[in-house]
């Protein structure tokens, strides 16, 4: 063989091989961004997206490289999801980088939150694959801190729901009787007043008379006359109706030495054509609907009476079934039953809570703002009475917000047991999943929930936890928290945001700092410092951490904070 040919081909086969064993240079910082950067916590997850460009005549064609994001914090790293890229020579199912143009490369990137991440560095490493040989790549650092302000979303501040008592100072109650007039009559027969139903209107009136917890408010009486006849003959007998029941009451009064009853009222009506209807729609009258339909055409009573008159083959039947009924006076009697004062409550609870009823006892623990007062009050009416779910539910309120989780659930399940139907303990429920991150078992709780009046606290929290910042801000409407605030600044309505934090009735650290992080992104350095130093005074902690959070970079803290 020609010795020329020889080495040009020896020369080749060296090039072909020096082409095929070159190694992937290592990365170039300037060749990716991050967005964001620096990192922000989204509900509890710090996502991002790492983008690449990757030049022309660099990605080796038979190289394959994983990219692995680290974020790297307190002497720790957490790794997101590798993605792979390879060269146009490499068998898979990646995405080829051309050698000849280079390409564009999206690194979807997520970690789970940790407070720890204020300070940290997202990094880059590299493996790469060339056929049998693996190597690593120099890391490079991309975005630098983590953003943590949606991370005070706080479940533990959402107030739980309160089974309501039913407890009542004062209920009215209302007690009948009806005295029946022989037609075109309006005086009272002696049997009238000796039905069963007198009886009982005048012993509950004397009684309520004899008793201090009873209050007889008013005694009513309305006359009636029946619709047939002349309007002014019917108005001036349903008028006498009401002279002669109003005597007879008041002479009643006087011998059962009746004084103290309240408003004596009475009023007449000429012609009951609101009772005829009604009982006529209650009879069996076989022609009851031709008869409604007359009351319905025609609105001048001297003109129905008649169209019903002309009504032959039923006016008899109504004459004997209906229209003696609506010949009457009734006799009403108001009468308010006072219940315990809130010191006798209070008294008999100390002395022997068993006298008290749930309702009371229920009623008796919101006399108190003291948690510790209201758990002790809800944990006696859960031994006294153990099958009313309210009992069990208020008592894992007052646990939620002392903290006890456990206990607060404990007791949310056991009145949700007693009564699988009720919206407090569901909502409840809904919060201690939350405070566990369990976001499904909390949506399915809420959804149970629909339609209590404070579900809408729970629900913007619950949003905000899941990162959907738009749903939270409807789900709050006009709430007045720390929860709605946060979910207004992650919007960027930051006026709104401000209004609301200031309209808080009892502002804690969180509020205060949350203020001054509207001072960060608003540019008012007073805002910032004069709330840091508010924050400092409730939670040295809190204040600690602004040091470090980023947004308060530009700012110095130190010496406001004299930490």
């Known amino acids: 063989m020609n010795k020329k040919i020889s080495l040009a081909l020896a020369m080749g086969g060296l090039l072909i091989f020096s082409s095929c064993s070159k190694k992937v240079n290592p990365f170039a910082a300037d ?95 590299f493996n790469v694959t060339q056929g049998k040989k693996q190597y690593a790549l120099p890391r490079v650092s991309v975005a630098t801190g983590v953003i943590a302000t949606a991370a005070l979303a706080d479940a533990g501040t959402v107030t739980p729901a309160i089974a309501p008592d039913k407890f009542q100072r004062v209920i009215n109650e209302k007690y009948a009787a009806e005295i029946k007039f022989l037609v075109n009559q309006s005086n009272i027969r002696k049997g009238e007043l000796t039905t069963d139903e007198m009886a009982a209107l005048h012993s509950k009136i004397a009684e309520a008379n004899d008793d201090e917890n009873l209050e007889i408010e008013e005694v009513n009486i309305s006359s009636y006359a029946s619709p047939e006849g002349g309007l002014d003959f019917n108005t001036k007998l349903a008028e006498k109706r009401e002279q002669s029941t109003s005597k007879y009451l008041k002479d009643k009064f006087k011998k059962d030495k009746i004084t103290e009853f309240g408003e004596l009222t009475a009023q007449f009506t000429a012609e009951d054509w609101e009772g005829f209807q009604r009982l006529v729609s209650q009879s069996n009258i076989q022609d009851k609907e031709l008869i409604l339909s007359v009351l319905s055409m025609y609105k001048d009573p001297e003109q129905r009476e008649k169209e019903i008159r002309n009504l032959s083959s039923v006016f008899d039947q109504l004459a004997d079934e209906i229209l003696p009924q609506l010949r009457y006076s009734r006799i009403t009697a108001s009468i308010n039953v006072i219940g315990k004062s809130d010191e006798e409550i209070a008294q008999i609870y100390e002395l022997n809570p068993k006298a008290l009823t749930v309702d009371e006892i229920l009623y008796f623990a919101t006399l108190t703002n003291d948690n510790e007062q209201k758990l002790n009050i809800y944990s006696t009416a859960a031994e006294l009475y153990p099958n009313d779910y309210r009992t069990y539910n208020n008592l894992g309120v007052c646990q939620y917000i002392d903290q006890d989780y456990d206990a607060a659930k404990a007791n949310f399940e056991q009145a949700a047991k007693l009564a699988s139907d009720k919206a407090e303990p569901q909502m409840n429920l ?134």
Request: hydrophobic share 40%; charged share 20%; glycine share 6%.
């Open 31 to 125: 060749y990716f961004t991050a967005n964001p950067n620096p990192l922000e916590v989204v509900g509890d997850k710090v996502p991002a997206t790492v983008t690449a460009k990757i030049p022309a005549k660099f990605f080796v064609k038979d190289a394959e490289v994983t990219v692995t994001p680290y974020l790297v914090y307190s002497d720790t790293e957490t790794a997101s999801q590798p993605y792979t890229v390879q060269g146009e020579k490499v068998r898979g199912n990646n995405q080829v980088i051309n050698y000849e143009n280079g390409g564009t490369v999206t690194i979807p990137v997520m970690y789970l939150y940790a407070p720890e991440m204020a300070q940290s560095d997202l990094q880059l490493a």
């Open 430 to 563: 809904g919060l201690t999943s939350l405070i566990e991150k369990n976001y499904t078992e909390a949506g399915q709780k809420f959804g149970s929930a629909a339609g209590l009046e404070e579900l809408n606290e729970a629900m913007g929290t619950y949003y905000l936890m899941l990162g959907d910042n738009k749903a939270a801000l409807k789900a709050f409407g006009d709430s007045k928290s720390n929860n709605a605030a946060l979910a207004q600044i992650l919007n960027k309505d930051y006026s709104k945001a401000k209004s609301t934090l200031s309209a808080i009735n009892n502002p804690d650290a969180t509020t205060y700092y949350l203020m001054a992080v509207l001072g960060a992104r608003t540019n008012n350095e007073q805002m910032v410092y004069s709330n840091l130093r508010q924050v400092s005074k409730l939670d040295k902690e809190m204040a600690q951490n602004a040091l470090t959070d980023l947004e308060f970079a530009k700012f110095n803290l130190a010496s406001v904070l004299n930490l």
